[in-house]
Nanobody, 115 residues
Framework: QVQVVESGGGLVQPGGSLRLSCAAS????????MGWYRQAPGKQRELVAT???????VYADSVKGRFTISKDNAKNTLYLQMVSMKPEDTAVYYC?????????WGQGTQVTVSS
């Protein structure tokens, strides 16, 4: 069973930066796609960014130019670097990993952007 665990959430002021990490229990090189999603109170979970095994990234329009997704295959870790953060980025952020026969979600990490 593939497991993923997020970390790095917290409180940040508008305009600030934060980096989320997602540690995977198996080799992320074998994953087909990994990504970050978020869910704000009262809203549906939405895609933030994904990357495939070739490093091709896809971003939500709302985060383009501000967020960067990356992965370290040697550390089996996925990252989300967030800069120029806005109050509307406030949400629980979830890591997702998909491969043949599995679709794993983490427990989520809270990100709050507020002054």
């Amino acid at each position: 069973q593939v497991q993923v665990v997020e970390s790095g959430g917290g409180l940040v002021q508008p305009g600030g930066s934060l980096r989320l990490s997602c540690a995977a229990s198996g080799s992320i090189f074998s994953f087909i796609i990994m990504g970050w999603y978020r869910q704000a109170p009262g809203k549906q979970r939405e895609l933030v960014a994904t990357t495939d095994r070739y490093g091709i990234a896809v971003y939500a329009d709302s985060v383009k130019g501000r967020f960067t997704i990356s992965k370290d295959n040697a550390k089996n870790t996925l990252y989300l670097q967030m800069v120029s953060m806005k109050p509307e980025d406030t949400a629980v952020y979830y890591c997702n990993a998909r491969g043949t026969g599995y679709n794993s979600w983490g427990q989520g990490t809270q990100v709050t952007v507020s002054s």
